[in-house]
C-alpha cells in the first residue's frame, strides 16, 4: 500500500516562497509517475506539476517559471519548491502516485494514491 504524507504547507505573503514535501513509502511493482495537484475552495482539483515514470518533468502553465519539482534519488521524497507566489495559488496541495501509465502490468491501471494534503495560503 502506497502512503503519501505532505508537509511543508502554510502561510505566506505575495512573492513568497515554501517548499512542499512528500514522503512516499510502501511502493509496489508498479511504475509511477508522481505529480503534485492542488483544490482551491469551490474549484475542482487541478494538476501542479509531475516526474513521470521516465523523469520527464511537466508543469502546468499557471505555475511555469515559478514552480520547481524534484525528487531524490530513491524517490522516497518529492518536493514542490514554490517561488513567486500569488494569491491565486491558494490551495490544498496533495501528492499523487499514479501508476496507470505502467502498461506492463494490467493491476497497475487501476490504481491511483492520494496524500492527506497540505494548505498553502497566499496572503
Known amino acids: 500500500h502506497v502512503q503519501l504524507v505532505e508537509s511543508g504547507g502554510g502561510l505566506v505573503q505575495p512573492g513568497g516562497s515554501l517548499k512542499l514535501s512528500c514522503a512516499v513509502s510502501?511502493?509496489?511493482?508498479?511504475?509511477?509517475?508522481m505529480n503534485w495537484y492542488r483544490q482551491a475552495p469551490g474549484k475542482e482539483r487541478e494538476f501542479v506539476s509531475g516526474i513521470d515514470k521516465d523523469s520527464m518533468i511537466t508543469y502546468a502553465d499557471s505555475v511555469k517559471g515559478r514552480f520547481t519539482i524534484s525528487q531524490d534519488k530513491a524517490k522516497t521524497t518529492m518536493y514542490l519548491q514554490m517561488n513567486s507566489l500569488q494569491p491565486e495559488d491558494t490551495a490544498m496541495y496533495f501528492c499523487?502516485?499514479?501508476?496507470?501509465?505502467?502498461?506492463?502490468?494490467?493491476?497497475?491501471?487501476?490504481?491511483?494514491?492520494w496524500g492527506q494534503g497540505t494548505q498553502v495560503t497566499v496572503s
Open positions: 510502501g511502493y509496489t511493482y508498479c511504475y509511477y509517475d
Open positions: 499523487n502516485a499514479d501508476p496507470r501509465s505502467d502498461s506492463r502490468w494490467n493491476a497497475c491501471r487501476t490504481q491511483n494514491y
